[in-house]
């Protein structure tokens, strides 16, 4: 029996699962989310935040579709190493997860330039379902919003405020997409 390790919280893990599942189910599949939520769409997450879409749709499966593959699923621990000659993760927590098989789908981490004040609150990354759902949550409390960028993520980010009824600042840089 394969152990099995998929990092992330993308549609790529979902899609890994649905492959080793379909090969036999007698692999032992553990799935670590590092956000605390189940593997999510990117690209749903301007329609979420101008309320387009519900919670849900954002979601690649429901919890079920893990239960029903026998996946075991870790949420909102971080890693403290990986050891690829021993085959071991090691969390923070010391826990240590064994594999055989170990594949890496995404590892989202906000990249905010080295500016005084990017670790304040009201301070948003747009990698993270978990950044999302504090900005969602955030949003009828503020009146403008500027959003720096240089992706048509962003871009699409700031339009979904404006659907939201806010006041957008757009930044991108001399070299930007625009």
Known sequence: ??????????????????????????SEITLIAFDGHYPYYRDTF???????????????????????????VILDKKL???NAKRRIICM?????????ILIVTDT???QFPD???????????YKKLKCIDQLFNAVP???TVAVQSDSFTGLQAAAALVKRGKEVIFITSENGFI
Do not use: H
Not at 47 to 61: L, N, S
Not at 92 to 100: A, G, P, V
């Open 141 to 143: 409390l503020i009146d």
């Open 108 to 110: 989202p981490e906000n």
């Open 92 to 100: 923070e927590d010391k826990e240590r997860i064994e594999y055989d």
């Open 46 to 72: 301007a329609p979420y935040i101008a309320k387009e879409i519900d919670a849900p749709k954002v979601f690649c499966k429901a919890k079920e579709f893990y239960v029903k593959n026998n996946v075991n």
């Open 80 to 82: 403290s190493r990986i």
């Open 1 to 26: 029996m394969k152990r099995i390790v998929i990092l992330g919280s993308s549609a790529a893990g979902v899609k890994a699962i649905e492959d080793i599942r379909a090969s036999g189910p007698e």
């Open 115 to 125: 500016i005084k004040g990017t670790n304040k609150t009201g301070i948003y990354g």
